[in-house]
């Protein structure tokens, strides 16, 4: 019987480890030429505050995971619609329309610049969610602020019934801006101008909405006064 020549372990080490490292290289090289926004800025947030964050509070991957999940349209609609009807009405038909708003910004904005994750071009960054979108900005902070900041704002107004405490809507929106950036899916930077555009939109659209309010409320086929009502049962 013919055996084939053995390889020394020391050699054979070395050798898996040039292919291991050529395969990490040759992935990284693609990455950056699908997506050429790829900067230093973006290799200094994975290296000084992505992987320190993860190694560090890796205890706390549950809990970031659930506060993303929890600014997913599986989790908005139903917020919306117990606010709508179990809470306030008025928060709801004046509020909703900040996640359409928040949400075709976002996707512009993404496809234009293209800035990849930052798991998708460090594979030592342990990726907690999953997306197939771009990273720049984050849609989750950026809804997240739009709508906690929305909530404080509408309560001073005369058809809410509801007082939503401002410490609680933004520490929540700020925890989830955190999560973003624990669960390796987006860089700090993506989630602070997330954070800020949606803060933003949210003081402009809280600003309007006086002058927006009748044209809204009769898309969602109530009258010129008054919170549409739910339908009566008989």
């Known amino acids: 019987q013919s055996h084939a020549p053995s390889i020394p372990p020391p050699q054979e080490e070395r050798a898996c480890r040039a292919l291991l490292f050529s395969g990490r290289r040759l992935r990284r090289i693609a990455m950056k030429q699908r997506h050429p926004e790829e900067l230093p800025l973006s290799e200094w947030e994975r290296r000084a505050l992505i992987k320190p964050l993860q190694r560090n509070f890796a205890v706390l991957d549950g809990a970031m995971m659930l506060l993303g999940m929890s ?3 599986e989790s908005i609609l139903p917020f919306f619609s117990v606010l709508y009807w179990c809470a306030d009405q008025h928060k709801c038909v004046a509020g909703i329309w ?7 910004f ?3 904005v993404k496809w234009q610049y293209r800035r990849a994750r930052p798991a ?4 030592d960054v342990r990726l907690l969610s999953w ?7 984050s849609s989750h902070s950026q809804l997240a602020w739009a709508v906690a900041h929305f909530m404080v704002a509408a309560s001073s107004h005369p058809e809410a019934v509801t007082t939503s405490p401002a ?3 933004y520490g929540y929106a700020a925890l989830v801006a955190l999560s973003r950036v624990h669960c390796g899916i987006h860089y700090p930077s993506d989630v602070l ?3 800020a555009w949606g803060l933003g939109t949210s003081v402009i659209y809280a600003r309007l909405l006086p002058t927006l309010l009748p044209t809204l409320r009769r898309l969602l086929g109530g009258g010129e006064s008054g919170t549409p009502a739910p339908p009566s049962s008989r």
């Not at 900040?98 to 075709?104: K, M, Q």
């Open 71 to 73: 600014v997913n349209g």
């Open 98 to 104: 900040l996640v359409p708003l928040s949400e075709a």
């Open 106 to 108: 976002n996707c512009v």
């Open 120 to 123: 998708w071009m460090d594979p």
């Open 131 to 137: 997306s197939s979108e771009y990273s720049f900005p």
């Open 167 to 169: 410490l609680l809507c």
């Open 193 to 195: 101008v997330g954070s």
